[in-house]
């Protein structure tokens, strides 16, 4: 089942169930997703991959705004923020833990003989490739900085 047929499902749930917040999120991926096939120029699916980048940018984009309230001392509009975001990483994959991230850096580091801040660029391009979905750009940048210093 494509994402957006599984957004498409959960929506409709959404709606019977009466739950705004989970309404709220549904509509704002269903709404990327158009967007995004728009931009391509046809009504072809998306790739998984560009499914996974679109999540990855809605969880973002509310996490950012939830930090931003939390520190104009709003907590009542960084709640509903965060509870979006809950939302759509259902649809995500499980996160790995940072460990698992530095054991896939550290195996892209060896088969890249990357030796220094010089070959950040080419390590974070394969990282980025490998986890994506499954670890987010900031946890994979801090991992790799580490292990190349």
Not at 31 to 51: D, N, V, Y
Not at 126 to 135: D, P
């Amino acid at each position: 089942m494509s994402l957006s047929a599984k957004v498409m499902t959960a929506l409709k749930e959404a709606m019977k169930s009466k739950d705004q917040t989970a309404l709220t999120a549904l509509r704002a991926v269903k709404s990327a997703i158009l967007l995004a096939q728009t931009e391509t120029g046809s009504k072809e699916e998306l790739t998984e991959e560009q499914e996974l980048k679109l999540l990855q940018k809605q969880v973002k984009q509310r996490k950012d705004s939830a930090a931003v309230y939390i520190d104009q001392g709003r907590e009542d509009l960084a709640e509903p923020e965060l509870a979006e975001a809950k939302v759509i990483e259902q649809f995500l994959p499980e996160a790995m833990s940072e460990d698992e991230v530095a054991k896939i850096v550290e195996d892209i580091i060896a088969k890249t003989g990357a030796e220094g801040m010089k070959d950040m660029g080419k390590v974070m391009g394969m990282a980025s490739k490998e986890l994506a979905g499954r670890a987010d750009g900031k946890t994979i940048s801090n991992i790799v900085k580490a292990k190349l210093a």
